[in-house]
Structures are given as C-alpha cells and as structure tokens.
C-alpha cells in the first residue's frame, strides 16, 4: 500500500481514509457491542473502547508501514 | 439527590467521616472535572504543536468548548461540532472560490449564511443548535483571515479543521477514560425524583381535591419537567452505556408521564367546576372513589423504591383497576338516590379522569419497575415494541427575527469594516457574529453579552501578563509552557462548573484563547495585541446592539403567538388527518410553551397561564381525537347528526373566537349530550359502550372549556400587572 494516496485531486496520507473507515467500523461495532451487554461485563468500558479502537486501526497501520 | 443519598446516610458515621463523605461527593467531582480539563487541553497543545500545526489555540480552545462533566454531553456536543466545522469549511471554500473577486456577492451569500444558521440554531434544540452555530462561525475564522490572499483559503480551511479534530479528539478521549461520568446515571436520578413527585402529588387527596393554588410548589413540579428529562436522554444516547432497551424505556415514561400530567390536571379543573356549583354530595363520592388510589400510594416507603415495593404496589394498583368500575356504579347509583340528577354528568366525567387517572398511573409503574428491573439484572419486565418519538414545534417569527439579526449584524460590522478600512476589523466581524449566534437562545442576552464582556476584559489582561511577561521570560519548551499555562486552564475548568459564570467563561476562554502567544514559535507585537483587542471589544459591543434593538418580542405578543398556534392545533385535529398520535399532540404542544416561555418574556403569571391554556388544549385535542375516533365505529343508525354539529361548532369556535362563539359551543355541546342521552341506547355491549364513552368525551371538552376562562378569548391582560 502507499503512504500517500489522491482522493478528489487532494493528496493526502493513507492513514486519513483509514482513520475514517475505522471509526464507521468502531461505531457499529460499538453499537452491536451495547446492545450485547458486552459493556456491563467489562470494568472501564471507556478504555475497552479505546483500546478496540486502537487495536483496529494499527492493524491496516502495520499493513502500510512494515 | 445521590448526593443527598449519601449524605443522609453518613450521619451514622464519625465526624471525620462524615466530612470525607462530603468532600467526596462535593468537592471531588469539581477537581476531578479541573483536572481533566487541563489534562485534554494540555493533550491538545501538545499534539498540536507536535504535528506543527498553525493555531494550536484553536484545539485547546475546541477542548474547553465541548469539556463538559459528564462523557455523554461531551460526545454529543463533538459530534455536532465535526459537523458544523465541516459545514463552515466547506461553505468557506465555496465562498472564497466563487466570490473572492466580487465583495457585492461575498458579503451577501456572506451574511445569507449567517442568518440561516442562526435560524437554524434556533429550530433545533440541545446541542444540534451548536453544530449551526458553529458552521457560522467558522466561515468567519477561515475566510475573513485570507480575504486578501484567496488562494492560501484551502490552507487555512485543512488546519482549522485538523486543529478542531485534535482538540475535539482529546477531550472526548480523556473525558471518557478518567473517572468518566455518565450522564445515564443522572438521568436515572432525575426519573426517580419525578416518579417520586408524581406518587407524593397523587398520595395525597388534598393535592387533587384542593383548588388550584398559584404559590403550590409541588404542582408546579408535576407539571415541568418533561422537556428537560427529554434533552438529558437525546444526549445519554450517545454514550453507549445506554442501550436501545434503555432509551426505549425512557421514551415511554417520558410519554406517559406527560399524558398523566394532562390528566392530573383536566381532573382538577373538572374538580375546581363542581367545587364552584357546591355539589358536596358530587365532590364526596369523588374523593370517595379516589381514596383507595391514594391509600396505596401512602404505602410505599420515602426512601429509594425497590422493585419488590413496586411490584406489590402494582398488584394493588391493578387490583383497584378491575373494581373501580364497579365502585364507580356503586357510587353512581348512591349519588342518583341522594342527590339532584344535575350533578350526574358532572360525575360521570370526573370519575372517568379518575379511572383515566389510575389507568395511567398504573402503566407508568408498569414501566418504570420495567427500567428498574432493567438496570439491576439486565431482564425487562415489560416489552416495548416501538419507540414514541418526541415531536418538537418552533414558532416560524421567532426564528425570522433571530435570522434577520445574525445577518444585520454582520451587514453592519460589514460597513463598519469598509468604510474604517482597519485591518483588524475582521475580529471585530467574528467576535459580533459569535454573540448573534451563540446567545440567540438564552432567556436574556443582554446579560449574557455583559457577562461575555467582563470575561473578555480579565481574560485580556491575564493575557498580557502571560504574553509580555510570562512566556518571554519563563518558557524554554513545551512541558514549561505546559506548567505555565495549567494554572490559567484548571481556573477556567473550575469556572465551567459554576452555571452562573457560564458565559463569562466562554467570554474569558475565547478571548484568552485568541490572544494567548501559543504559536508554534513565540511572536507577540504589542501593537497587534492592542489593535486585535479592541477589535474585539468592540465587535462583542455590536453584537449587544443588535439584540438592543432588534426586538419586538413582548409579553403581550408572546401570548398572542401561544394562543394563536395553540388554537390551531384545535382547529386542525377537528377536521385533519386522524393518525394524529397523542404522543406527538403532547409533546409538540409542550416543546412549543417550553420554547416561548424562555424566549418571549413572559412573567410569572402569564407563563403560569400559558401553560394552563396549554393543558386545556392537550386535553380538548384528545378528546377530540378519541371522538373522531370512535365515531368511525359506530353502526350507522346510532350515529347522531348532532356531534358532527358540535364538532363544527368547536372548530369555528377556535378558528375564531369570540364570546357568542363559546355561549354557541357550550349550548351546542350541551344539546347533543342531553340528545344522546334521551336517544335509545343500543343493545349490543359495544356499541353501548362506545355512546357512553361518547357523552363523557364529550362532558368532559364542556368541562374543560366552561373552566378555562382566559383560553381562547384571551380576555386577562396579565403582561401587564407586575
């Protein structure tokens, strides 16, 4: 993958679009998540998030950067 | 009331501990909310100048504007902002490229903008009317700047929005990882308080026996509170706390909470008419047949409901529910042998409120015990299958006014900038453009922008301390500008949780914010610094101006708007669409008089009585609505020419009111109901039913409308007493 790719003319890093898709995906997986009750088991349900969403976007991060 | 919970309980304990409890509970949650304030703005600064940003004051500045205590007001206050930033961003860019060679056109799609947004500020509620204002204020932040340089516009417009995101990014992130606190948590505590007040109001006979009291805290309390609990909720939803199960419950007591209200109140109004006839014999049986209610209610416990209370109160409630009719005959048949046959209707139409009464209150249980049931293990006691929406309602004046004066202000400040030909002039353009849009909806915006002047001044000078003096003289790096800056950003997050210095902090932030040397590299001039501060001033001032005198807005007209649109709710359930949902008759109804009563004015006693022509109102479209209802049941040779005429009657009433019209309507109403009473009754039980259910709909729009006085003749001028 490119570090830097053009979307509408504009060039910009790869890491943007990612980081957008990323966010749609925590989103729903979020919502998926609350209506689970998969919150009401885990202790920081703040942290949990943020770490989800850490661990999804370093991945396709790796990807670009190995 | 946690707090008080707490509190409470803590007298048990040693004087040191009772003093811990107490700091724990007060004092704790302000520094604890300082510290995350410095802490995500200091975040901000860092990663800002970090990432080399342009304006790493916009990002701290982002921090501070949706910092707010509790995480869920701080995701949903975000949200609105990414929008309106990039709303803004994208007007900017469409502007500077299409106008940047012709002032004509720019400053009027300039300024057509503005006014849409203010407009559209005031036609959406919560934080919804932020993500406008914000989309207004960033046209200006990132084209007047470059007005002279056009092509550096898309520079500027990526920056702004970078520096936005970090800030935003670092205040959610921190308010949702230290020592979050959810806003669902509050949301429970105010539920349980208004279910509190609706049992204690209902518990004592006095309460709906006795006649209407204006200096009677506790009804007032039964009748507000369900736009607020409703804003909480919107907001709770984006935390994720609250799942779908949750939100679903809380809209359904939001529901049933107004239509016990509506009940509550047509009841006492009925109650209030036969005290002024004194049928004593009338007003007994009612409270006979009212005293089970209350002796259940007595029953439960002043401390927090538990769900084995609930349920038994519950079992009694619906216990009551299946005698009540039976009681209701009981006490019918007494009253017919005691007393005169005049007081018959009277009764029949209150004694249907007090079964409507117990009815209700009997599924408000239902659903509370339901979200009890819910929060502690996780297994709803009740299925609800939908959603009720909240429906909201803006009068279309108000929001016109609030437009033409976000876009004079700015065609002024406009003029102002070209005929002086200042540089600075351009601050002067935001800083009035921010005051038009962002006091728009307060109660009084003329304190407010005093309030936003003083915040300016001081932030001005600590300001200069820190421009001239401090960062020259103290700072090497980052962690001592870090050091150096913490003092002046917990002081502004302990003002935050302070209500009434609400704006005077947003003034401080904003103009600390703007003159603060946080660039990447130091520059400061103090000719820029002077010359850029009154600009400001002097824009804060303009906007003053414009909410001095761009109001027509009185008592008087407030009322005569409320009554006009209340009126033509009335008018148009009497011969619209049927689907009309009476959820959505309840809380449009109830969204308008909030609205008005914080915009237009309105005294202590003329708002009292809004809101009582607003429950009339609510009540006489319900009924409406049920007869219509029911009128479509009914075989064809039951059906009686003369409801039709009734119907007619109130619609002309309320298209145009006048005091022949209400002599029309009550006579109209009372023949038909004499009529359907001497007519021969169906045989078959349904069909029984249904008439039956017909006269007392009907009893009970006379009822109302021989009780309210005021509503729609508009008879009382109470703007002016005071």
Known sequence: MPLDITLFGIQMPTLLPIFVVTAVVQILLDRVMSDGGVYQHVWHPGLFRTAVFVCLFSIPCLLIYR | MRASNVLSASFKLLPWQRALAEWRTVDAPVLIYMAKATIAALLALWVAMTLNMADPRTAIFTVFIVMQ??????????????????????????????????????????????????????????????????????????????????????????????????????????????????????????????????????????????????????????????????????????????????????????????????????????????????????????????????????????????????????????????????????????????????????????????????????????????????????????????????????????????????????????????????????????????????????????????????????????????????????????????????????????????????????????????QCALDPYYKIDPTKYLESSLAALIGIVFGGLAYLLVNFWSCSLTQQRVAKSLRRQIVSLCSGALNVERSALESTGRDLVQQFSTQGRLNMRSSRLVFEWLLTTLEIGRSILAIRRSLKRIYPHYYHSSIDTSLDAIKGYFEAPSQSGRERVLTTLGDTINGLHSAVMPKEKGQMQRIKMLIVELDLIRTVLLNSETFPLNREDSCRSI
């Open chain 2, 69 to 514: 205590p509790q995480s869920g007001l701080v995701f949903s206050k975000s949200y609105y902002r990414v929008l309106g930033t990039i709303a803004g961003v994208g007007m900017s860019l469409l502007l500077m490229g299409t106008f940047a060679q012709d002032p004509v056109w720019f400053i009027a799609f300039f300024a057509l903008w503005i006014g849409l947004s203010t407009a559209a500020g005031l036609k959406y509620r919560n934080f919804q009317f932020y993500g406008f204002v914000l989309a207004g204020y960033t046209l200006c932040i990132v084209a007047l700047p470059v007005i002279e340089t056009p092509l550096e516009v898309f520079d500027i417009a990526v920056s702004r929005f970078s520096e936005v995101v970090i800030g935003i990014m670092c205040a959610t992130l921190v308010s949702d990882i230290i020592f979050p606190r959810r806003l669902s948590d509050s949301l429970i505590t105010s539920e349980q308080e208004r279910f509190r007040n609706i049992l204690s109001t209902l518990s004592d006979p006095e309460s709906v026996f006795e006649a209407f009291d204006e200096s009677n805290p506790a009804l007032n309390r039964f009748s507000s509170g369900v736009v607020g609990l409703n804003a909480v909720r919107i907001n709770s939803s984006f935390e994720s706390g609250a799942d779908r199960k949750e939100r679903q419950h809380y809209q359904h007591l939001n529901h049933e909470y107004m239509n016990l209200s509506t009940t509550f109140h047509s009841l006492k109004s009925a109650v209030s008419a036969i005290k002024k006839r004194e049928r004593t014999e009338v007003l007994n049986a009612l409270i006979h047949l009212y005293a089970p209610v209350a002796s259940v209610l007595k029953t439960l416990p002043d401390t927090l409901l538990t769900p084995g209370d609930m349920n038994r109160v519950i079992g009694e409630l619906f216990e009551l529910k299946n005698t009540t009719q039976a009681r209701l005959e009981s006490e019918h048949e007494r009253l017919k042998e005691s007393a005169s046959v005049e007081g018959e209707d009277e009764f029949t139409s209150a004694a249907y409120l007090i079964v409507r009464l117990l009815i209700e209150l009997h599924s408000h249980c239902v659903t509370y015990l339901s979200l009890l049931r819910h929060r502690l293990s996780g297994d709803a006691s009740r299925e609800l299958s939908r959603g009720v929406r909240f429906s909201t309602h803006t009068d279309n004046v108000l929001v016109a006014l609030a437009a033409l004066r976000g876009s004079g202000v700015l065609l002024i400040t406009m003029m102002f900038w070209i005929w002086t030909a200042w540089p600075y002039a351009t601050v002067t353009i935001t800083m009035a453009v921010v005051i038009g849009l962002l006091l728009g909806t307060m109660p009084n915006p003329l304190d407010g922008v005093k309030d936003f002047f003083k915040g300016a001044v001081i932030a001005l000078v600590i300001a200069a301390v820190y421009d001239f003096y401090l960062i020259p003289q103290y700072t090497s790096d980052l962690l001592t500008l870090s050091l150096l800056l913490s003092p002046v950003l917990a002081y502004v997050g302990w003002m935050t949780t302070r209500p009434k210095l609400a704006i005077f902090s947003f003034g401080f932030v904003f103009m600390f914010m703007t």
